[in-house]
């Protein structure tokens, strides 16, 4: 610092000082506010207590009006913690403001600034400080807040906390530590050199889901350069120098591997394992564990402990056939595999137990995977045990077919809402979770009908939980063109309001967009063709309840459907009308009514409607006599993932380049009024969130435009890897009239998506539907042929869910499946992984039911020669069709 500027920073923190004393406060808030911490702790220098008390008072009352409002930032709350420590009397006072989460001071530089104004001040209580903030820490705090305390922490000589998000903050600083003012020190010296290591590492062992943590690397000069696995590493050199004990780590890794965790929570241990070398005398005294890991554990570990075990020279036998009699039955194929090898061994090695042995090698010979089975006959056939004679296998006296139960009708919609604290209950449901709109339509009925009674005190009950709803309803999200949030809001926000005329033009306008009045019907205009025409409908009806709530007398929507799955019983349909006598209902509510009555035709409610004598009974009644909407006509079409934007488009690489939609049009000489029934799908790259759960209710008898419409999101979760776009299709399977294309591509694609609560999604939707007898097998298999041979669903993952619903009672179904889908899959010009799993599974089924349906290309793969795994499950697949 210069001479002169030294001279006027001396000048000016002597003026703050006697501003301060005097009893000014104006310019260290400034102070706080600029984040000039240094400044704030030259300001308090030499400050008499009272007078830092009374200050203390002033800051407390400041802070909580600047805390409405403000986002501290780092400088912000280093020099807040500054004036904090150096004015407030109490730990528990400075907890109270610097335990914000609002609040983040600058690390250890903050620490360091606040432990000299302690010092100078002579605060004996920054201990107790940094355990009150320590105990206010959770798991997603940043670093630097958890650096903060534990520098506090340090400089006390206090000893850390031990709960878990504390230890989970100190690992991650840890695994990323602060080089910003140093040069990079090694992991092994710091934990060296790390006064919480002796607190902190025990409970690594303790606390579940750390091991994903503990797998970083430790990046020396460059990424390629890292060192891999840094703090196993790192323990392991610690125990062979003597600074760990090496007992204790092994003891520790074991006892966590025996509690369970999640796989990848649990590799950091069997790496730390492979890294301590246990010698076979370490291994012989925890014999017991790891016998308990090989029967019990994931399969990482099994194998690691199975490894071990094998090298024991003095293992007891009858040690391992008890734990072989329930390895045996695992679905682990490698580690079965494996254990089968260990077993053949031993009846090798023991010849006058062989027969034992090969009794308990017998237990794999009802094994799921076919080739274990086999695997295990032809290991105790070597050792005199014929598993064939024993086990001839199931023989099916004459063709059965699934056994599925028919789905129960749809339950009763739930009663309307009608009371005020009812609906606000309901609306901080809706709004409490992250945007869906699954309970949407009661929540609106609801809403309508107790604003047009009492609008005042739908106000007064809405108001808070609007306030407090969860931060994904906050607006409308316009990178997802489905989003409904702000329109929702809107709604819920008009409710109890003065329907002022602005505000309704608004409204108005806004309806507008959505229909055009040029036909006698209103027309639901394409203004994005990323939307489909059922979600514009949606649109639209919320826009006319902004046009028309408030409006007294309202009986409610004449939309809400009488049935769960959003169907509208007609006679329902015809009270809620006589009940609005001469009143015109609004138009969208009308029509949605409409496209929630069965498709079938029904002449008595007709001329029952007809008799009312008004344009809206007209209406129903023609709807009812000419059998509603009718269904469309549907094509399969490949589009190509949309066009690449301008500048850096890192989301461009991550869509997939081609994917099998569904486009609909009218059936010939039909006008598609309204446009339900004309769509062309958009180009991939779309963000479907959670709103298309709302669809099959708003048209429940039209499976195959709701299929159409979801298509996008469930082929992303197959295709892009996404999560949740599968979730829809039990609902899907719910609705009713002809699926189609759609509905068969819908489910091929749920079928191989990348979660497993997508995939099992499609499997309830299969058995629905199956158990329905609206299941086409066939159709589907075909379509998933197609995609996989084109390359959009993964192969491996379509085993798993198709054996679910095997065993779940549709063995026919998933045969019939199989048989369809093969001849491509067969004939594809490269190897399919997966393919002799489906090969399998497609003996299995086809040998269950005795119903033997030609496969095109079996007979050829059937005949090439090797012991191949493919042509060995063709051969099994073409024994079992030959004789069924």
């Not at 009308?590 to 496209?595: K, S, Y």
């Amino acid at each position: 610092m210069r001479r002169v500027d030294q001279q006027l920073f001396v000048k000016s923190t002597e003026r703050r000082r006697r501003e301060l004393a005097a009893g000014g406060t104006s310019d260290l808030f400034e102070l706080v506010k600029a984040g000039s911490a240094g400044l704030v702790a030259a300001a308090l220098e030499g400050l008499p207590e009272p007078r830092r008390r009374e200050i203390g008072v002033a800051l407390t009352d400041w802070f909580r009006q600047q805390d409405r409002t403000s986002w501290w930032t780092t400088g912000e709350s280093t020099a807040l913690a500054v004036a904090v420590v150096g004015c407030l009397p109490t730990a528990a006072q400075a907890a109270a403001i610097l335990g914000r989460a609002s609040v983040n001071p600058d690390g250890k530089r903050a620490a360091m600034l606040v432990s000299d104004v302690a010092a100078e001040r002579g605060v004996t209580w920054l201990g107790d400080l940094g355990h009150r903030l320590g105990a206010r820490l959770g798991r997603q705090a940043s670093i630097e807040r958890w650096r903060f305390v534990a520098a506090l922490l340090r400089t006390a000589g206090a000893q850390p906390p031990a709960d878990d998000a504390f230890v989970q903050l100190w690992l991650s600083s840890v695994a990323f530590p602060d080089h910003r003012n140093s040069r990079p020190v090694p992991l092994v010296d710091r934990l060296r050199a790390d006064p919480f290591r002796a607190v902190m590492l025990p409970r690594l062992f303790e606390v579940d889901g750390l091991g994903t943590t503990m797998m970083f690397d430790e990046v020396v000069t460059t990424w390629e350069e890292r060192r891999r696995h840094a703090l196993p590493a790192a323990l392991a050199q610690l125990s062979t120098e003597g600074v760990l004990d090496r007992a204790t780590l092994i003891d520790r890794s074991i006892g966590r591997l025996l509690r369970g965790d999640r796989p990848a929570a649990l590799r950091a241990f069997t790496v730390l394992l492979d890294l301590l070398r246990p010698t076979t005398g370490e291994v012989g005294a925890r014999t017991t564990d790891y016998l308990r890991l090989l029967t019990d554990a994931p399969a990482p570990v099994a194998t690691m402990a199975q490894k071990a075990l094998r090298e024991l020279p003095d293992l007891a036998l009858e040690s391992i056939l008890d734990a072989s009699r329930e390895v045996l039955y695992r679905p682990d194929k490698a580690l079965v595999k494996a254990q089968l090898t260990w077993l053949d061994r031993l009846a090798r090695q023991h010849r006058d137990r062989a027969a034992e042995i090969a009794e308990v090698i017998a237990v794999a010979g009802t094994h799921p995977a076919v080739e274990l089975r086999d695997r295990a006959a032809a290991v105790a056939a070597r050792h005199g045990l014929d598993l064939s004679a024993a086990d001839p296998g199931p023989a099916v006296a004459a063709p059965r077919g699934d056994d599925l139960p028919v789905p129960a009708p749809a339950a009763p919609a739930p009663a309307p809402i009608t009371d005020v604290d009812e609906l606000a209950e309901e609306v901080a449901a809706l709004l409490g979770t992250p945007s869906q709109g699954t309970p949407l339509d009661r929540v609106l009925d609801g809403l309508v009908r107790l604003t047009a009674a009492d609008a005042v005190r739908v106000r007064a009950a809405l108001a808070p939980v609007i306030e407090r709803r969860h931060w994904s309803w906050g607006d409308e999200h316009h990178w997802e063109p489905l989003c409904l949030c702000g329109v929702v809001m809107d709604v819920l926000k008009t409710a109890g309001t003065d329907h002022h005329p602005r505000r309704r033009r608004r409204w108005e306008s806004l309806l507008a967009a959505l229909r055009r009045s040029d036909r006698t019907e209103s027309t639901l205009v394409t203004t994005d063709p990323r939307v489909p025409p059922v979600h514009r409908l949606l649109r639209a009806r919320l826009a006319e309840i902004g046009v028309h709530i408030g409006e007294p007398g309202s009986p409610g929507l004449l939309a809400t459907p009488t049935s769960a799955n959003g169907l509208l019983d007609p006679l329902a349909l015809l009270e809620r009308l006589a009940a609005l006598g001469d009143r015109t209902p609004w138009s969208w509510d009308l029509t949605q009514a409409l496209l929630r009555l069965p498709a079938e035709p029904d002449d008595a409610v007709a001329d029952k409607a007809a008799a009312l004598g008004t344009p809206a009974g007209d209406r129903l009644a023609g709807w009812l006599r000419g059998g509603g909407l009718p269904q469309p006509v549907a094509r399969a079409t490949t589009v190509t993932r949309r066009a690449r934007k301008s500048g850096y488009d890192w989301e461009y690489e991550l869509l997939a380049e081609r994917r099998l939609l569904v486009e609909l049009r009218p059936p010939d000489g039909y006008d598609d009024a309204i446009g339900l029934l004309t769509g062309d799908p958009a180009p991939i790259g779309v963000e479907h969130g959670g709103w298309l759960n709302l669809w099959p209710s708003a048209l429940p008898g039209h499976r195959g435009v709701v299929a159409a419409s979801v298509l996008p999101a469930v082929a992303a979760s197959a295709d892009m890897d996404e999560k949740g776009g599968a979730a829809v299709l039990p609902l899907l399977a719910e609705c009713a009239g002809p699926g189609g294309v759609a509905l068969d591509l819908a489910v091929a694609y749920g079928l191989g998506a990348r979660h497993g609560a997508d995939r099992v999604a499609a499997v309830d939707a299969l058995l629905t539907l199956a158990g329905a007898g609206q299941f086409d097998p066939t159709g589907t298999g075909r379509r998933l042929g197609e995609l996989v041979t084109g390359g959009t669903v993964k192969p491996t993952r379509l085993g798993e869910p198709l054996r679910d619903a095997a065993l779940a009672g549709a063995p026919l179904t998933v045969w019939r499946l199989l048989a369809a889908a093969l001849p491509a899959l067969l004939a594809a010009p490269g190897p399919v992984r997966g393919l002799p799993d489906l090969l399998t599974l497609a003996s299995e089924t086809a040998t269950a039911t005795g119903v033997r349906i030609e496969v095109p290309g079996l007979a050829d793969v059937a005949e090439r020669g090797g012991s191949g795994r493919l042509v060995t499950e063709a051969r099994r697949l073409h024994r079992a069709l030959a004789a069924a």
